[in-house]
């Protein structure tokens, strides 16, 4: 059986088109079994079930606290034998249930370098810093936030003339190239995580 992903979103979901489409070339060998967002006017859930994806909008207000809107999504996630997690614009910090349930099985993607610029608005964080590079990074969830080992990266330059925005545009083109090929190596049996590094296995 080919291996199941899902796609966590919170938005607009560019890059879980990506992954559809590179899932619908053959690029990425795999099923999306599942899109789950946590906000209800998600484009990204529109982006699922046009591309006849099962798409679930769970909704935190319907649960106490974190931990319990965390074990609803590996509840949905366990019913449809998920077996990688990858986290595409969601905008909510993972917690323990789910870190739990998927070890070394969550990917997410972050618009800067990795270490540099955690957090919210890393295109603005570059702007701010006045570097001359910033980037994309698919990496691995960890408890940390924007932490744990680095799948793949690419490098965007900083133009003289660039806002967040123009900068963001850049920045989303070399995420819909990234993501696709860091689950890929992921899925790829010949890659381990070695300490904080993602590296390719001695033959
Ligand atoms: C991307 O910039 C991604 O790096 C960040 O959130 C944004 C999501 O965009 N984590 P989209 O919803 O995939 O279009």
Not at 139 to 159: C, E, R, W, Y
């Amino acid at each position: 059986m080919k291996p199941r992903i899902a796609v966590l979103i919170s938005g607009r979901g560019s890059n879980l088109q990506s992954i559809i489409d590179a899932v619908a070339a053959g690029t990425i060998d795999a099923t999306i079994a599942v899109v789950i967002s946590n906000r209800a006017g998600a484009q990204g859930l529109t982006r699922a079930r046009d591309a006849g994806i099962d798409a679930l909008f769970i909704n935190p207000k319907d649960f106490p606290d974190r931990d319990a809107h965390d074990r609803a999504i590996v509840s949905a996630l366990k019913a449809r034998n998920v077996t990688l997690v990858c986290l595409a614009g969601f905008m909510r910090l993972i917690g323990a249930p789910l870190l739990d349930a998927f070890p070394q099985r969550i990917l997410n993607i972050h618009p800067s370098l990795l270490p540099s610029f955690r957090g919210l608005d890393a295109q603005q964080q570059a702007l701010d810093h006045g570097v001359r590079v910033t980037g994309a990074t698919v990496h691995f969830v960890t408890s940390q936030l924007d932490d744990g080992p680095i799948i793949l990266q690419a490098a965007v330059p900083v133009l003289d003339d660039d806002t967040a925005e123009t900068l963001s545009a850049r920045i989303l083109i070399e995420e819909h190239r990234l993501y696709p090929e860091a689950i890929r190596r992921v899925l790829d049996g010949r890659w381990l995580v070695d300490g904080r590094r993602f590296r390719r296995t001695r033959a």
